[in-house]
């Protein structure tokens, strides 16, 4: 088989949920690009027209549609309305999340890094950890099982969930929510890898380092917090979303097939420490 072959998505029916903004557009259009098919479910309306009209007019096969992952019900319908509207469901990245504010200690700025109450457990209320989990877990959760339905009739499919390098080490500048949430979806990635391996449905999970993104309010687009965060990333810049296109492609596609269960950290190295 040619490597170009391996790498074939043409005619791919595929959702992307959180897929009207960063990591999430990124998949969508290293998807739609490589010729899939392609929903983008998103809690923003204005974001989803926006997207879909910029994307069509590049001649690729994009639809949209406004989806609150914590309303299971009606992510249910939409996932089954892209089934439909393609005949097939061949990937489904659950990628949908919000950070959930500040960690107990201040962001990257050097050695001196002073304690954050705002982000401290006993300041913690259940209104802003049952959030964080509920999109970031739950819809996951709610995510997988619709596309399981579709996929196990037809034993294929490839499911991506985006996790973090939060969900595989401790980092105080982060909200505990987040990463006890993302740490979950991690776990349960393997969990329902394992039970959907017998019908040739792959599971596996894309752990980003720090990219560009809306999330947190866009603050990481502030060129003084990149400048920070690079002098502690070995390869000293942050990730944008083309940095994250092959893996996707990789994983959506038919080159990835004996891949399943696995975590993939894409973070520049800076999980493995600090380098000068």
């Not at 000293?236 to 993939?264: C, M, N, W």
Request: with cysteine; aromatic share 6%.
């Amino acid at each position: 088989m040619k490597i170009s072959e391996l790498f074939k998505v043409e005619g791919y029916g595929v959702v992307v949920t959180g897929g009207a903004s960063g990591l999430g557009l990124a998949y969508a259009e290293a998807l739609a690009e490589n010729g899939a098919r392609v929903t983008l479910l998103d809690v923003s309306a204005q974001r989803i027209a926006e997207e879909t009209a910029r994307l069509r007019q590049l001649g690729w096969d994009v639809r949209g549609e406004v989806v609150d992952v914590t309303d299971h019900a009606t992510l249910d319908r939409a996932i089954d309305a892209a089934a439909a509207a393609y005949g097939r469901l061949d990937v489904v990245f659950a990628n949908a999340g919000i950070d959930s504010g500040p960690g107990f200690l201040g962001a990257w700025a050097g050695a001196q890094r002073p304690r954050n109450p705002a982000g401290s457990l006993e300041n913690y209320t259940d209104e802003r950890w049952n959030r964080v989990i509920d999109i970031n877990l739950n819809g996951v959760f709610a995510t997988l099982r619709a596309a399981a339905r579709h996929m196990k009739p037809r034993r294929s499919g490839r499911i991506i969930v985006t996790t973090s390098l939060a969900a595989t080490k401790c980092e105080a500048a982060i909200g505990a929510a987040y990463m006890a949430a993302k740490a979950g979806a991690a776990h349960l990635v393997e969990n329902v890898a394992l039970e959907l391996a017998a019908y040739n449905i792959t599971v596996n999970a894309i752990a980003p380092g720090f990219f560009i993104t809306n999330i947190g309010g866009g603050h990481a687009k502030a060129p003084e917090v990149q400048a920070s965060l690079a002098k502690v990333i070995p390869m000293h810049r942050v990730g944008f979303g083309e940095d994250i296109k092959g893996l996707a492609l990789f994983l959506a596609a038919p080159a990835s097939a004996y891949v399943t269960g696995q975590e993939i950290i894409i973070d520049g190295g800076w999980g493995l420490g600090e380098a000068d």
